[in-house]
């Protein structure tokens, strides 16, 4: 869609969410080859749409409770969102990454990868099974949205909470770097944590959509942090995120959609690495974001007009090369032993040497079937607000940057949108070790990408918004 062709007018909305909660036993994804069975349900999952439609335009945004939405799946979701009158490329498919829901789609090996017997397709991250359901409440979601299209009046902003998202790549004393756990002993505590390498994003962005019985029909709240705070237990949760649009739902009464937009937090952890007193608390953290978004909410004036935009740009991130040596490890480690090695024998364990093989020789057939990875980058316009889609986990640096660059305000970061991509770190933090720059099929790209993402997202909102 071309800046000329944008809609401006009258806004109208719709919202709507579907259960997409699995059964006992659907394996929940965000840890490496640990297979967990849901065995209990602290809060159920959503698909939810919000459709904004002017000038006889439309666009969507879906945010779902799950940890990783795949390519194939957004495919199948936005076919079946043109069916309803949409273009493809203005539906935003977004997975807040809570690591306590199953995935769409497999993510955790290359598709190259054999040797994966079918009872254990967890192994690879998903379960097919579950995944296509979900694609399919996924598009009901939608089309209730579309459906419930009303005249609504729109309000933006954005307030500051530091106190809820920490960086999470520890700087130990020999310069190598840990993630510091959910309590003080974890790697080592502050004897042995010299600095956090990075900062973090404390914006708390606020969309509303007020019906004209002044009612809030929707809400779109973006806020930059990993939903892990259940994690790992085998508990269906869809963490941080659930808590604050609960906590926003209880204020703004049943008939409110609230969609959480989770940002740019691939160094981004809720556990603080110097607080000895700190309690996993999920609930807490929605509680206070959604009074933070309270306060932004007190201070908005609504609108009944704005404009709708959207453009997606596709860069070529190359794929790093493994190194000769590590390739070499992990190509004798699966002659020897191309099944998983199991670390339990009940197999519900990979043993790790054999996962981290694994993984690294996943990098080695992906590169090896293509040098770069086509990356979408998606930019929604709705009135003043941008909202970026960036697929993967890109560090918050990245995410501040196209912020601070951006030409309009606010700006919003959407990450883990369209398809698999891994962690995005920063240059700096690939000269260093740790869980998110360690080649991996996780860790996969070269240095450059996300200096290469931030100058693309950046010039497609200057194309959306010039003039």
Same mark, same amino acid.
């Given at each position: 869609?071309?800046?000329?062709?944008?809609?401006?007018?009258?806004?109208?909305?719709?919202?709507?969410?579907?259960? %997409?909660?699995?059964?006992?036993?659907?394996?929940?994804?965000?840890?490496?080859?640990?297979?967990?069975?849901?065995?209990?349900?602290?809060?159920?999952?959503?698909?939810?749409?919000?459709?904004?439609?002017?000038?006889?335009?439309?666009?969507?945004?879906? &945010?779902?409770?799950?940890?990783?939405?795949?390519?194939?799946?957004?495919?199948? %979701?936005?076919?079946? !969102?043109?069916?309803?009158?949409?273009?493809?490329?203005?539906?935003?498919?977004?997975?807040?990454?809570?690591?306590?829901?199953?995935?769409?789609?497999?993510?955790?090996?290359?598709?190259?990868?054999?040797?994966?017997?079918?009872? #254990?397709?967890?192994?690879?991250?998903?379960?097919?099974?579950?995944?296509?359901?979900?694609?399919?409440?996924? %598009?009901?979601?939608?089309?209730?949205?579309?459906?419930?299209?009303?005249?609504?009046?729109?309000?933006?902003?954005?307030?500051?909470?530091?106190?809820?998202?920490?960086?999470?790549?520890?700087?130990?004393?020999?310069?190598?770097?840990?993630?510091?756990?959910?309590?003080?002993?974890?790697?080592?505590?502050?004897?042995?944590?010299?600095?956090?390498?990075?900062?973090?994003?404390?914006?708390?962005?606020?969309?509303?959509?007020?019906?004209?019985?002044?009612?809030?029909?929707?809400?779109?709240?973006?806020?930059?942090?990993?939903?892990?705070?259940? #994690? *790992?237990?085998?508990?269906?949760?869809?963490?941080?995120?659930?808590?604050? &649009?609960?906590?926003?739902?209880?204020?703004?009464?049943?008939?409110?959609?609230?969609?959480?937009?989770?940002? !740019?937090?691939?160094? %981004?952890? *809720?556990?603080?690495?110097?607080?000895?007193?700190?309690?996993?608390?999920?609930?807490?953290?929605?509680?206070?974001?959604?009074?933070?978004?309270?306060?932004?909410?007190?201070?908005?004036?609504?609108?009944?007009?704005?404009?709708?935009?959207?453009?997606?740009?596709?860069?070529?991130?190359?794929?790093?090369?493994?190194?000769?040596?590590?390739?070499?490890?992990?190509?004798?480690?699966?002659?020897?032993?191309?099944? *998983?090695?199991?670390?339990?024998?009940?197999?519900?364990?990979?043993?790790?040497?054999?996962?981290?093989?694994?993984?690294? #020789?996943?990098?080695?057939?992906?590169?090896?079937?293509?040098?770069?990875?086509?990356?979408?980058?998606?930019?929604?316009?709705?009135?003043?607000?941008?909202?970026?889609?960036?697929?993967?986990?890109?560090?918050?640096?990245?995410?501040?940057?196209?912020?601070?660059?951006?030409?309009?305000?606010?700006?919003?970061?959407?990450?883990?949108?369209?398809?698999?991509?891994?962690?995005?770190?920063?240059?700096?933090?690939?000269?260093?070790?740790?869980?998110?720059?360690?080649?991996?099929?996780?860790?996969?790209?070269?240095?450059?990408?996300?200096?290469?993402?931030?100058?693309?997202?950046?010039?497609?909102?200057?194309?959306?918004?010039?003039?």
């Amino acid at each position: 869609m071309t800046t000329e062709d944008k809609a401006v007018g009258t806004l109208r909305a719709g919202a709507a969410q579907v259960d %997409i909660t699995p059964e006992a036993g659907v394996h929940l994804a965000g840890a490496v080859g640990l297979h967990r069975p849901a065995r209990l349900v602290a809060e159920p999952l959503y698909a939810k749409a919000i459709v904004f439609q002017c000038g006889g335009r439309k666009l969507c945004i879906l &945010a779902l409770d799950v940890t990783i939405v795949t390519e194939d799946y957004t495919a199948l %979701i936005r076919q079946g !969102a043109e069916k309803l009158g949409f273009e493809a490329e203005a539906v935003m498919v977004h997975a807040i990454q809570t690591h306590s829901a199953p995935p769409l789609g497999y993510f955790m090996l290359d598709q190259d990868f054999e040797d994966i017997p079918p009872e #254990f397709e967890w192994v690879k991250g998903g379960e097919e099974a579950y995944s296509g359901w979900a694609a399919e409440q996924a %598009i009901e979601a939608i089309r209730l949205a579309n459906e419930r299209l009303q005249p609504v009046q729109i309000a933006v902003g954005s307030g500051i909470e530091g106190r809820m998202a920490f960086n999470r790549r520890a700087v130990g004393r020999d310069g190598s770097v840990s993630m510091p756990g959910p309590s003080w002993e974890e790697p080592l505590g502050p004897t042995w944590i010299r600095y956090i390498e990075g900062p973090i994003d404390p914006e708390l962005g606020v969309m509303c959509l007020r019906t004209q019985s002044l009612q809030m029909a929707a809400m779109v709240v973006n806020y930059t942090c990993h939903p892990v705070h259940v #994690f *790992p237990k085998p508990i269906v949760s869809p963490d941080w995120p659930g808590a604050l &649009a609960d906590e926003l739902r209880s204020v703004h009464g049943a008939q409110c959609v609230p969609l959480v937009l989770n940002g !740019a937090c691939g160094n %981004i952890n *809720p556990w603080p690495p110097f607080d000895p007193d700190y309690v996993e608390d999920h609930r807490r953290m929605g509680q206070v974001l959604a009074e933070t978004a309270g306060k932004v909410i007190e201070s908005l004036t609504f609108t009944d007009e704005a404009s709708l935009d959207w453009q997606t740009r596709h860069v070529e991130l190359p794929i790093r090369e493994v190194d000769a040596a590590e390739l070499h490890w992990a190509q004798e480690i699966l002659e020897t032993t191309p099944a *998983p090695a199991w670390a339990d024998e009940e197999h519900t364990r990979v043993d790790s040497d054999w996962m981290a093989a694994a993984s690294i #020789f996943s990098v080695h057939l992906l590169r090896q079937r293509q040098a770069e990875l086509n990356y979408e980058i998606q930019v929604l316009r709705i009135g003043d607000t941008a909202l970026v889609g960036l697929p993967g986990e890109p560090f918050v640096e990245g995410g501040l940057r196209i912020k601070l660059a951006s030409p309009t305000y606010p700006t919003y970061i959407v990450h883990c949108t369209s398809h698999y991509v891994g962690y995005i770190p920063t240059r700096e933090a690939l000269t260093r070790a740790g869980h998110e720059v360690n080649t991996r099929y996780w860790a996969k790209l070269a240095p450059e990408a996300l200096d290469m993402v931030v100058e693309a997202a950046v010039a497609a909102i200057e194309q959306v918004f010039e003039g």
